[in-house]
C-alpha cells in the first residue's frame, strides 16, 4: 500500500486514495525531481565551486559541460579485445574459450564508439560504463534452442539487470555479428519476461 513516507510531515503514514492520488503524485513528482535530488545537486555544486568556481562555468556551453562531467560519448569503450576480456566472465555452457565468447570479444572490440555504447545499453541499461568497469561483470552463457529450430535464427537475449548475456551456439563469428548487430540495434524497442 502507498502511503505519504518521505512526502509530508503532517500525516506521513496517510495512505494515498483515489481522492488523494493527485496530491501524492504532485508531492511524489517535487520530491523526485527537486528535494530529493537537491542534496546531491548542492554537493556537485561546492565541488564545482571548490575545484573551477562556478563564475567559469558560464564559458561553457551545456554540452561541453556535459563531456567534461559524463565524458566522451564518440570514445570508444573497450580499446582492445583485453579490455572487453576484462568485463566478462563466463558460465552455464560456455567457458572462455568457446569460439562463442571469442566471437563475441572480436565483435564487441571491433565496433565503433556508437555500436559499443549500443551494446552496452543492450546489455545492462547504460550507455557507459564505469571507470572500474562492468559490476557485475557480464556473464556470457549459452542459450538454449528448441531442437527444431536452427540457432543461427535466433537473436541474443539479455536479463539486463544481472549483466547476463545469452548467446546460441551459431556457426560462424559473422553469423553472431549479424545477430549482434540486429539485437543491439533493433532489440531494444521491446521488453518481454523470460
Known sequence: MLDFTDLCTENPSKSVTIENVSEYTKLRREH???????PAIST???????VVGLEYLDLF????????????????????????????????????????VEGLVRCVASFGAE???QF?????????????????????????????????SVLPTVNTCFH????????SVAVLMDKLVCAITHGMQGFLLS
Open 32 to 38: 523526485v525531481l527537486v528535494s530529493g535530488v537537491r
Open 44 to 50: 556537485v555544486l561546492k565541488g564545482l565551486q571548490d
Open 61 to 100: 556551453t551545456s554540452l561541453e559541460l556535459q563531456e567534461l562531467l559524463c565524458g566522451n560519448r564518440k570514445t570508444v569503450l573497450w580499446a582492445s579485445e583485453a579490455d572487453v576480456w576484462g568485463d566478462l566472465i563466463t558460465g552455464h555452457g560456455y567457458d572462455l574459450n568457446s569460439p562463442q
Open 115 to 117: 555500436q559499443q555504447r
Open 120 to 152: 552496452l545499453m543492450f546489455v545492462s541499461g547504460a550507455f557507459d560504463k564505469p571507470l572500474q568497469g562492468l559490476h557485475p561483470k557480464l556473464t556470457i552463457v549459452r542459450k538454449d534452442v528448441d531442437e527444431t529450430m536452427d540457432p543461427d
Open 164 to 171: 547476463y548475456l545469452k548467446i546460441p551456439m551459431y556457426s
